[in-house]
């Protein structure tokens, strides 16, 4: 079953306001989660790393200010996209891997759809 | 510069045929290469990984050939049913910045009943 839950599964917004996407890991703690986006037919780009307690980790070109990005707890990270436009209508989705396994499976939840009308 | 190159872009096969689909990758760091299966409108689901110090790895109808010395692995989908149908794509990552997963440009594969 799914070890990764992502909520809300779409969602549509006008634009200028602000949407919340929460990820949760459901049987395990993670204290590093992973942000995507994907447009429509295309790859995965990572867009932050969530660390648990501290700051997130951005990629470049990446506005931090505008993907607010919160890991509350060990098993719950938010991305919050404030003041939504409709160029950040996309496909975002989360991701944790079990603790202590370094290098191995990463997991993914089953994406948020946004549009911003 | 893109780290993970994969082909082909698109591919059709008939069904009880096999899929290929073949990536490269430049950086040398890299050690785990997993494989991942999207359909449309769900988050992506880990099919199959390896690691370098193996050539093939097998699981039911998925396998992965890795060369290390060319830096290309692939994945092989045997007797490829209409329900494979889907967008794979082959990923990478390396030690450090907690093993974040760079991805191919992905692989859309029609099986045709």
């Known amino acids: 079953g799914a070890v990764v839950s992502q909520h809300p599964s779409w969602v549509i917004c006008k634009s200028g306001t602000s949407v919340k996407i929460e990820c949760r890991s459901l049987d395990f703690q993670a204290t590093t989660m992973f942000w995507y986006r994907q447009f429509p037919k295309q790859s995965l780009m990572l867009m932050a790393t969530?660390?648990?307690?501290?700051?997130?980790?951005?990629e470049q070109g990446v506005e931090k200010d505008k993907f607010l990005i919160n890991h509350a707890s060990l098993t719950l990270s938010t991305l919050t996209v404030t003041s939504a436009h409709p160029e950040d209508s996309s496909f975002y989705i989360c991701?944790?891997?079990?603790?202590?396994?370094?290098?191995?499976?990463?997991?993914f939840g089953n994406g948020t759809r946004l549009t911003v009308t | 510069q893109q780290q993970v190159k994969q082909s082909p872009q698109s591919l059709i096969v008939q069904k009880g045929g096999i899929s290929i689909i073949n990536c490269a990758y430049e950086?040398?760091?890299?050690?785990?290469f997993p494989w991942y299966q999207q359909f449309p409108g769900k988050g992506p689901a880990l099919l199959i990984a390896i690691r370098p110090d193996v050539s093939e790895k097998k699981e039911g109808r998925f396998t992965i050939s890795f060369n290390k010395s060319a830096k290309q692995f692939s994945l092989h989908i045997m007797d490829s049913q209409p329900g494979d149908s889907a967008t794979y794509f082959c990923a990478a990552s390396q030690p450090g910045s907690n093993y974040k997963l760079t991805f191919g440009k992905g692989t859309l594969l029609t099986v045709n009943p």
């Open positions: 991701s944790a891997r079990r603790p202590g396994q370094g290098n191995s499976p990463l997991h």
């Open positions: 950086n040398t760091a890299f050690d785990y």
């Open positions: 969530s660390n648990e307690g501290s700051k997130a980790t951005y």
